[in-house]
């Protein structure tokens, strides 16, 4: 039988799906590099991949912790 999904792994999971769905859909609207077109390149590639990694973080984070049963590994 599988264990339920702790409500921090949900969380954190919805976080980085509409962290990367707001990043796809501001690409699409804009297009055109004005989003960050006024920072360096090589700040732009981090900051995509980050922005995403924290998000999922906090919420991962600020979720609640899925109390489970405690089970002894030495008794099956």
């Given at each position: 039988m599988a264990a339920p999904v702790e409500a921090k792994v949900k ?41 995403p990694a924290a998000l999922a973080w906090l919420a991962g984070y ?15």
């Open positions: 969380a954190a999971s919805a976080a980085t799906f509409l962290a990367g769905l707001a990043v796809a859909v501001l690409n699409a609207i804009v297009a055109d590099n004005s989003l960050l077109g006024p920072l360096p390149g090589w700040v732009q590639a981090p900051l995509l991949a980050l922005v600020q979720a609640r912790h899925t109390v489970r049963d405690h089970v002894d590994p030495t008794s099956a």
